[in-house]
């Protein structure tokens, strides 16, 4: 038995900066974190972005601040795959000099007559080189070339999936893949094999769309003598229909999740239930998922997104959330409005009914909705049942209950006394007072209980929205 011990755990995220970060691409992210953190080991960011013409600054930026956003921090700088280009160049050179690998002269004619052979013979798009036995002698002088993988013909190549299980295929169905191509550019298949064999990459968790690619791959680290990763292969998230992911779904990147009020903490609790499960436990903190979070727990069957559990989620998320974070989300929600009252009284209404709005919410939005009839100026909007309320026999009812709040404590307690003390002496339902008050006080039937919207509104501005709504 050996005395060395096994290599520290080390995952990586490795998204292509061509667009948003999308909202697979953020499970695995997280999947790859969980993994790294529960082991004790390495999570590492590869920005593959050898695909100039495509990749952006700004891509790569969405994709540093989603994971920002999340909490998804790595342990290393981000690696850039085209950094890497001469270290690509070099393996496939030593593997050309090893018999791995050999030049391929097929011109673009030649390759476009032996797909078409190819599909007609049912092999798929799979490309026989002649030149894989031919003697490179015979190529024309100066002619471009492609450098291939000499892949075995014969046997399988299996990979041991620790979500798929034992998956093989066989090597007649695999054709030799180009390693660079006739501009010495790296192709994207043995970039990744050279970038996580250099990372030390110990296990390469991925969507299962990728699942072709890895048989490749795992040629290449056999040709190149290197211990390949263990390979986990997540089922791809679809929609609630159960179609594959897109834009007719709704939302799909980190992006827009944020920009419709969810809580970073919430869509990672959601994210990591899609496909993976621990009994019945829906909520989970971010310690109690590093402590849960194995690859045992990842289900083989495509998982639904299902926009009514991320509500749920994020709010229970937003009423156990710190208020002062929350009311800072809040007034910068509301604080891109005109007209909406600002600075620290608007603060202060906003962190006193902070609690009880939060109660009724599910999102960040749905929170800067509820609570911005708190920052609104005079004359206020009216819901068309809130100004059915405001008969004249209601708005003279405001005006006298208005002389008794002007001398009463603005805390809840005292208001509430003084409230049922008043009805009582007019032999009236508190209802029937409150829902005008309701009224005067937020332009609307609905809002958390009169006292807590008389405290957060203070004496003098509820006194205030009283006269102007009992005036007419």
């Not at 006739?182 to 296990?203: E, F, K, N, Q, R």
Request: contains cysteine.
């Amino acid at each position: 038995m050996s005395d060395t011990p096994p290599p520290r755990v080390r995952t990586r995220f490795a998204p292509s900066p061509t667009g948003m970060l999308h909202i697979g691409g953020a499970r695995t992210a997280l999947f790859n974190y969980l993994f790294a953190r529960h082991h004790g080991g390495e999570f590492l960011l590869r920005i593959e972005d050898t695909d100039r013409e495509r990749s952006t600054e700004a891509a790569i930026r969405v994709i540093l601040d989603g994971l920002a956003w999340l909490g998804l921090e790595t342990d290393a700088p981000p690696l850039f795959q085209s950094s890497r280009h001469a270290r690509h160049v070099e393996v496939a050179q030593r593997m050309l000099a090893a018999g791995h690998a050999y030049r391929c002269y097929l011109t673009p004619a030649e390759l476009a007559e032996l797909r078409e052979k190819a599909k007609a013979a049912g092999r798929g798009m799979r490309i026989d080189s002649p030149w894989r036995d031919r003697d490179p002698a015979e190529a024309p002088a100066g002619a471009p070339f492609a450098i291939r993988l000499r892949a075995p013909r014969e046997g399988q190549t299996v990979v041991e999936d620790l979500v798929q299980g034992t998956v093989r295929v066989a090597n007649a169905e695999l054709d030799d893949m180009i390693l660079l191509r006739s501009d010495g550019t790296p192709t994207y298949l043995h970039a990744v094999v050279v970038d996580d064999h250099d990372m030390g990459i110990t296990h390469v968790i991925r969507g299962d769309d990728h699942l072709t690619n890895t048989f490749r791959q795992v040629q290449v680290y056999d040709a190149m003598g290197w211990q390949a990763p263990r390979f986990a292969h997540v089922p791809l998230i679809h929609g609630p229909d159960g179609a594959k992911l897109s834009k007719r779904h709704g939302a799909q990147s980190v992006t827009e999740f944020r920009d419709m009020g969810y809580l970073p903490e919430a869509l990672c609790n959601y994210l990591l239930r899609l496909g993976w499960g621990h009994g019945d436990a829906e909520i989970l903190s971010r310690e109690q998922a590093v402590d849960l979070f194995d690859i045992d727990g990842v289900g083989r069957a495509p998982s639904r997104l299902d926009p009514a559990k991320l509500a749920f989620i994020n709010a229970h998320w937003l009423r156990v959330a710190d208020d002062g974070r929350i009311a800072g989300e809040v007034l910068a929600l509301l604080g891109r409005h005109e007209g909406l009252l600002g600075g620290a009284e608007a603060e202060r209404r906003v962190r006193a009914l902070l609690g009880a709005l939060k109660e009724r919410a599910k999102t960040l939005l749905d929170l800067a909705d509820a609570a911005a009839f708190l920052l609104r100026p005079l004359p206020l909007p009216m819901t068309p049942k809130a100004e059915a309320l405001l008969t004249a026999g209601n708005r003279a009812v405001l005006r006298e209950l208005a002389a008794t709040l002007a001398g009463v404590a603005f805390t809840p307690e005292a208001l509430d006394a003084a409230l049922r003390e008043w009805c009582a002496a007019r032999e009236m339902k508190l209802g029937a007072v409150a829902q005008p008050l309701r009224a005067a006080l937020t332009g609307s039937t609905a809002s958390p209980g009169i006292e807590a919207v008389l405290v957060a509104l203070g004496r003098e501005e509820s006194l205030r929205r009283i006269a102007a709504t009992a005036q007419g």
